[in-house]
């Protein structure tokens, strides 16, 4: 089986991160994969898990010339052959349009990962008619697409174990945080709704700090709006008249960054991966607020993706303070989240099940075509 994964582009994000997992373990398998992209920070990644990197530089709507757009499906098609691909696999609208198309000419069945509900809607239209069959990433993902095509399956994230796992607070003397320090980390990019949720953040930590004096946050992400986060961060700075909110944009090694915090505050992806660390999650993402990830509301928060595609109600200030005091309140507490999320992700969101079942979704259309 020869696979070509298809992305927009290769900088760190939750479709990314998700596609370079998927790639890393087919590739451990002796699968053969190839990436298209326009390139990025993880493109050394891929090529270091023994990945092939095409570069090839896709829009960023589909809306462009039909002579651009046959120069880019040409170019993809020679991709196709001279890598002797056998499935291809698309992420995102405007790359998994275009593959899609080289792909049909070339009779090459094309699986699309639905990783969200934010796809303009005529171009995911577009892309599930070109589809042969679509993996959605959570409930609400799923019944997003069900309209649209009939051969679909859920298969979750895959959170590598070994790879995101508790590895000690040695980050903290990176970054200048004492050891005794209390630790919030917020992940995300600084994009869109997912800004305005570290806005909020950014604010209830400077409320949080008036109980809880040696408190630390860590905002990892970059995008559009960072340099309004790093002014917040300075207002913020001089109003306490003390540093205590670390930006650090874009990170390779996040299992470091989860591993220094006592919480994480994130969503989607973010969640699992922090989970998998060993760390309590408050979580919050595009759609709205979810809170404190507990066993007992494990169901709840995988159906809505911990905010990120569906919410228990609309993200604030307020929530995110109330919560924050309360997991900081109790290391006991903080703990036993801990042990319960990373036991939970091993069990249901092991990346080895997350390839089991794509694998599955590859050989099935195989099938079908060769029948």
């Known amino acids: 089986m020869r696979v070509f994964m298809v992305l927009?582009?290769?900088?760190?994000?939750?479709?990314?991160?998700?596609?370079?997992?998927?790639?890393?373990?087919?590739?451990?398998?002796?699968?053969?994969?190839?990436?298209?992209?326009?390139?990025?920070?993880?493109?050394?990644?891929?090529?270091?898990?023994?990945?092939?990197?095409?570069?090839?530089?896709?829009?960023?709507?589909?809306?462009?010339?039909?002579?651009?757009?046959?120069?880019?499906?040409?170019?993809?098609?020679?991709?196709m052959k001279k890598e002797n691909i056998s499935i291809v696999h698309a992420h995102q609208t405007p790359s998994g349009i275009l593959a899609a198309t080289a792909a049909r000419r070339r009779g090459i069945p094309v699986v699309f990962t639905a990783h969200g509900t934010y796809y303009p809607p005529a171009e995911l239209e577009e892309m599930l008619r070109l589809a042969s069959a679509a993996i959605a990433v959570s409930p609400p993902v799923e019944r997003h697409i069900v309209p649209l095509i009939s051969k679909r399956v859920l298969i979750p994230n895959g959170i590598d174990t070994n790879e995101f796992a508790p590895l000690g607070r040695g980050g903290r003397q990176t970054l200048g945080i004492p050891d005794d320090?209390?630790?919030?980390?917020?992940?995300?990019?600084?994009?869109?709704?997912?800004?305005?949720?570290?806005?909020?953040?950014?604010?209830?930590?400077?409320?949080?700090?008036?109980?809880?004096?040696?408190?630390?946050?860590?905002?990892?992400?970059?995008?559009?709006?960072?340099?309004?986060?790093?002014?917040?961060?300075?207002?913020?700075?001089?109003?306490?008249?003390?540093?205590?909110?670390?930006?650090v944009g874009e990170q390779s090694?996040?299992?470091?960054?989860?591993?220094?915090?006592?919480?994480?505050?994130?969503?989607?992806?973010?969640?699992?991966?922090a989970m998998a660390?060993?760390?309590?999650?408050?979580?919050?993402?595009?759609?709205?607020?979810?809170?404190?990830?507990?066993p007992s509301g494990y169901a709840e928060a995988w159906e809505c993706y911990f905010g990120d595609h569906g919410s228990r109600q609309g993200c604030s200030r307020y929530l995110l303070s109330q919560d924050l005091k309360r997991l900081l309140a109790s290391p006991s507490y903080r703990e036993q989240l801990g042990t319960a999320g990373r036991e939970w992700v091993r069990q249901q969101f092991h990346i080895k099940t997350c390839v089991d079942q794509v694998l599955g979704v590859y050989a099935s259309l195989l099938k079908g075509e060769s029948s």
């Open 8 to 79: 927009d582009g290769l900088d760190f994000g939750g479709t990314e991160t998700h596609a370079f997992s998927l790639a890393k373990e087919m590739a451990a398998r002796g699968v053969h994969v190839a990436v298209a992209a326009r390139g990025g920070s993880l493109a050394d990644r891929f090529r270091e898990a023994g990945c092939s990197i095409y570069f090839i530089d896709f829009p960023t709507a589909i809306e462009i010339d039909e002579q651009r757009k046959e120069q880019l499906i040409q170019q993809l098609e020679a991709v």
């Open 181 to 247: 320090a209390l630790v919030i980390v917020y992940s995300s990019r600084l994009a869109w709704a997912k800004a305005g949720i570290c806005f909020m953040f950014l604010k209830a930590c400077k409320d949080v700090k008036r109980l809880f004096p040696n408190l630390h946050a860590v905002v990892v992400g970059d995008g559009p709006r960072f340099s309004d986060v790093q002014s917040l961060v300075r207002l913020i700075h001089q109003t306490c008249r003390e540093s205590f909110l670390h930006l």
């Open 253 to 273: 090694d996040m299992a470091v960054y989860y591993s220094l915090a006592d919480v994480v505050v994130g969503t989607g992806r973010v969640a699992l991966e």
């Open 277 to 294: 660390c060993g760390k309590p999650v408050l979580a919050a993402g595009n759609h709205g607020y979810f809170g404190v990830v507990e």
